[in-house]
C-alpha cells in the first residue's frame, strides 16, 4: 500500500533519513517543522496518516493532536517521542493518538506500525454484519455506525464504535488484549503500548457519562468483557 504521509518533525537530520526510508516504501512523505506548520498542510491536504513529533517548537505535538481532535479530523495519527514512561504515552494516546511509538525507531517498524494502524481503521462494510446488536440497554448498528443506550444516542469516534461492537458481538465472552488489537486495530504483533486499556477507559467514559452503570468488565490479568 503506496500512502501519501505528512511528518511532523523538528530534527532534520532524523526527518530526512526516516523520509527517504520510508520512501523506498513507495511513500510519498511531507515534512514540515512545527505544529502551526502541520495544522496549514492538513487543511490544505489530504494525507493518508501523520507521524508526529511530540516535541515541537511553538506548538508541541499534543497540542496539535488536541487541536485536531477537537475539529473532527480523523486523520490517523502516529506520534513519535523521547519521552517512554507510562503516563507520557497514555497522555499522547489520550489526546487522540492512534499509536505512540518511542524512539529511536526503525522504518521497518514505523512502516509496520503504519500499516497496522491503517488496516485498524478500515471499517469493511462487506465483511460487517449489518444486523443490530442489542445488549446491556445497548442498540448497535454497525452499518449506520450508530449507538443508543437507553434510548439515548452516544456519539462515539470510529475506534472505540469498533471496540464496543467487537465486545457487544461477544458479550458474557472475556476478550483477551491480544484479541481486540487484532480484530479492532488489526495488530497482528503486541505494540509496546497500553492502548487497548486507553480506548476502553475512552469508552466507558462515553458509556457512563450520563450517570449509567458500566457495563464493561474487566477480568485482571486477561482482558474485557461487556456484561449482558
Keep these: ?33 512545527d505544529g502551526g506548520d502541520a495544522l496549514l498542510e492538513l487543511a490544505r491536504h489530504r494525507y493518508d496518516a501523520v507521524i508526529l513529533d511530540r516535541m515541537l517548537p511553538k506548538m508541541d505535538g499534543i497540542s496539535v493532536l488536541e487541536r485536531l481532535r477537537r475539529e473532527q479530523a480523523t486523520v490517523p495519527i502516529i506520534m513519535l517521542s523521547a519521552l517512554a514512561r507510562a503516563p507520557e504515552k497514555v497522555e499522547g494516546l489520550e489526546a487522540g493518538a ?14 509496520a ?26 442498540v448497535i448498528s454497525p452499518a449506520r455506525f450508530r449507538v443508543w443506550r437507553d434510548g439515548k444516542p452516544i456519539l462515539l469516534p470510529k ?11 461477544n458479550a458474557e465472552t472475556v476478550l483477551t488484549r491480544a484479541m481486540l488489537l487484532e480484530r479492532v486495530w488489526g495488530y497482528d504483533f503486541i505494540p509496546t503500548t497500553n492502548i487497548v486499556d486507553v480506548y476502553i477507559r475512552r469508552l466507558r467514559i462515553k458509556l457512563t457519562e450520563d450517570g449509567s452503570e458500566d457495563p464493561v468488565v474487566t477480568v485482571r490479568g486477561v482482558g474485557y468483557m461487556l456484561s449482558a
Design 113 to 138: 506500525r503504519l500499516h497496522a494502524v491503517l488496516r485498524g481503521r478500515r471499517w469493511n462494510n462487506a465483511g460487517a454484519p449489518s444486523d443490530t446488536i442489542e445488549v446491556a440497554g445497548l
Design 159 to 169: 475506534v472505540e464504535f469498533k471496540l464496543l461492537a467487537e465486545l457487544a458481538r
Design 1 to 33: 500500500m503506496n500512502l501519501n504521509l505528512l511528518m511532523v518533525e523538528d530534527d532534520a537530520p532524523l526527518a530526512a533519513m526516516l523520509s527517504d526510508e520510508l520512501q523506498r516504501y513507495d511513500h510519498q512523505v511531507t515534512v514540515v517543522g
Design 98 to 111: 492512534d499509536d505512540y511509538i518511542v524512539k529511536p525507531v526503525t522504518v521497518e517498524e514505523l512502516n
